[in-house]
């Protein structure tokens, strides 16, 4: 929970000046153990004598030192994706990314940090600049996490601009991908981005009971509150259009109450106005009638 409020109440600029400082701190830190390596090998090999093998124990130790910190400073960059995750502001998001283009200059980095921001873009429901970001990046060589995000990324933008083919095209491309790993581990996170995309487009073609079943199936899994509240808007549209109106209203309000400045939100308002609109009208409860999202 401490970890998740880290960055609440707190501007895009104050972000990135309190992870800056602890980028500085760290890396200073790597610096000193490498100096004091330099000269410890250097007064090894001068006035001590030592061979190879002591060179290379010692080059040894220095790894073994300086993994943890690395890995710290790994940890500390994703701890950002907490503020869309979690807190569920992609639109902070999207200017602390960009932000973060100034302090990291190597190649690697700017391309995390670009599909970073162009997840902030996408659940901002900017979804042509998010596209007009992700499309270029496909030419880098990417982790398999980073190629699965840029997948969706592209796959969600395309459906939601309803250009089906595109979408179907992006689908394709993950199946390929999927099918060419052998670690278990991957291929679990592969398959579960195929379900991802064969519930959104049973979702568009109306397919609701299949995306019903297959939702209900994931959501126990989920623990980012972004899940949470993206689940609950299309789970409204499917109780909305098998006449479920009442745990449509709970579900949109939950959205409403907790989706921060996600696209969805600006939906689930309106879909619940019109809800309370034809609940006035007619007197009876929440009205009847789909909602498209």
Excluded at 266 to 280: F, I, N, V
Excluded at 282 to 288: I, L, P
Aim: proline residues 1%; aromatic residues 8%; contains cysteine.
């Amino acid at each position: 929970m401490k970890a998740a409020m880290q960055y609440q109440n707190k501007t895009p600029e104050e972000i990135v000046c309190q992870y800056k400082m602890r980028l500085r701190t760290k890396q200073g830190l790597l610096i000193l153990i490498l100096l004091l390596y330099i000269i410890i090998n250097i007064k090894g090999i001068w006035w001590s004598d030592d061979g190879m093998a002591d060179v290379l124990l010692k080059l040894f130790i220095l790894i073994v030192i300086t993994f943890p910190i690395n890995v710290w400073i790994s940890g500390d960059f994703m701890s950002l994706n907490l503020i869309l995750n979690q807190d569920c502001d992609p639109v902070t998001y999207v200017r602390v990314m960009r932000l973060l283009e100034k302090v990291h200059k190597r190649k690697r980095s700017a391309v995390a940090i670009r599909i970073n921001e162009a997840s902030g873009l996408m659940w901002s429901g900017q979804f042509s600049d998010a596209l007009a970001l992700a499309e270029p990046l496909r030419k880098y060589k990417l982790s398999v996490n980073y190629q699965i995000s840029l997948l969706n990324i592209r796959f969600n933008c395309y459906r939601k601009m309803e250009d089906l083919e595109r979408a179907m095209q992006v689908k394709h491309e993950a199946e390929v991908l999927v099918s060419s790993f052998t670690k278990a581990s991957l291929q679990r996170t592969g398959q579960e981005l195929l379900n991802v995309m064969d519930a959104s487009l049973a979702l568009w073609r109306g397919d609701h009971e299949t995306y019903r079943r297959m939702e209900e199936a994931r959501s126990a899994r989920y623990t980012a509150k972004l899940q949470k509240v993206v689940s609950a808007v299309c789970l409204a549209d499917v109780d909305i259009a098998c006449g479920e109106l009442k745990n449509a209203g709970i579900h949109l309000e939950y959205a409403i109450q907790e989706g921060g400045t996600l696209y969805v939100v600006e939906d689930a308002r309106r879909m619940l106005a019109e809800l309370t609109q034809k609940e006035r009208m007619k007197g009876t409860g929440y009205g009847e009638g789909t909602v498209k999202i």
